[in-house]
């Protein structure tokens, strides 16, 4: 009879380091949402893969930040740092040959998680002198002497495969937790309010950093067809004017965009209707994030 193993690995690190798209390749399926605006993660967002006997639930967090004066940033860091107790593995990923206080901040969290560590230097693809990389795993080394260390590139599936076996070594003897073939714990409501965060995110993320988030008024999934309307909430009137562009071809370009994903994920037709409302102050004040659905743990 075989034996079946399951456990947990957080994904862990400072924003914009790749973790999210570590994710989506580990699993070779769109889960997380990506953008290249820091922070885009704001839920740990669990990701099932099951292989033979080994079914791996990765668990993608928040970029943690050492500077977080705002109740969203605070909220950030609690889901990222949430997601590091328990589990039986965390990967740490760092950005090649990049150090920054925000990554010492992130690495003094997982040392005091006393968990089993692999250190992910992600991006190598776009290293100038690959020699840096052993420097930069020895001085790594004295935060984490027992840790193993891996040079990939999530972008390109670069070495995937050998942190994969690596994973594989940390997970526990245990019954599955999910259906082999269910891919993550989120229900498709919160896969459709990430899509079009996603899509405002690639657009404005320079211009409305936390300043929006979305919220499902309604799904109605009916047999040919899914009614979906979004409500995305800003803080400012000018900030609404960004989201709906000049005579509204920007939010047009979203929902097109956003309705594109979507399809594919329900492999059904969508009705999208988005339409922006301001809410001021909702990022800075934690009871107006509970009611959001940011809660600790979420």
Known sequence: MNTKHCGYA????????GKST?????????????SRRPQTTRHNILGIKTEGEYQMLYVDTPGIN???SRAMGRYLNRAALTAMRDVDLILFVVDRDIWTSADAAVAEQVRRARVPVVVVLNKVDRLAEPDVLLPRMAELSAWF????YLPISALNGRNLER???????????????????????RSERFLVA?????????????????STTVEIEEFRDEERICHISVLILVERDGQKRIIIGDGGQRIKKIGEQARQDIQSLLGKQVMLRLWVKVKSGWSDDERALRSLGYRDGA
Not at 145 to 148: L, T
């Open 66 to 68: 050492d500077r977080q």
């Open 194 to 210: 990430e899509i079009v965060r996603e899509k405002i995110t690639r657009q404005l993320g320079a211009e409305l950093p936390y």
């Open 163 to 185: 942190l994969e076996t690596l994973v594989r070594k940390h997970m526990p003897v245990g019954a599955f937790c999910f259906p082999e073939d269910q891919y993550t714990d």
């Open 145 to 148: 002497p027992a840790a193993e």
């Open 22 to 34: 570590l994710l989506n390749h580990l699993l070779g399926h769109k889960l997380s949402i990506t």
């Open 10 to 17: 957080a994904i862990v690190g400072r924003p914009n380091v």
